[in-house]
């Protein structure tokens, strides 16, 4: 039994920052990527931030130079680091986790992130 759990989440001002982590409990094999993903209400679930086990991260347009994503695969745990955030920053994020073979996906429940002005 494998379950992804996020933490982190909060209600923060205009240009605050929050940082988001995702930790694996149960056995699970060693991930080749691990993900951020977010959704907005009436919005579908977007992406945010990936990086695979080698270190190699990519970025939503609308994150870059805001966020960072990291990861320590080994621990089976990843992080993103939000800052200047917006109201539209502002939904439910998500850590995904991804091991292909064979090919298997987990989500955590999600964490909220709300942004005001």
């Known amino acids: 039994q494998v379950q992804l759990v996020e933490s982190g989440g909060g209600s923060v001002q205009v240009g605050g920052s929050l940082r988001l982590s995702c930790a694996a409990s149960?056995?699970?094999?060693?991930?080749?990527?691990m993900n951020w993903y977010r959704q907005a209400p009436g919005k579908q679930r977007e992406l945010v931030a990936r990086?695979?086990?080698?270190?190699?991260?990519n970025y939503a347009d609308f994150v870059k130079g805001r966020f960072t994503i990291s990861g320590d695969f080994a621990k089976k745990t990843v992080s993103l680091q939000m800052n200047s955030l917006t109201p539209e920053d502002t939904g439910v994020y998500y850590c995904?986790?991804?091991?292909?073979?064979?090919?298997?996906?987990?989500w955590g429940q999600g964490t909220q992130v709300t942004v005001s002005s």
């Open positions: 995904q986790g991804i091991i292909p073979t064979p090919f298997r996906v987990y």
């Open positions: 149960g056995s699970v094999d060693t991930m080749n990527n």
């Open positions: 990086i695979t086990n080698a270190g190699f991260a």
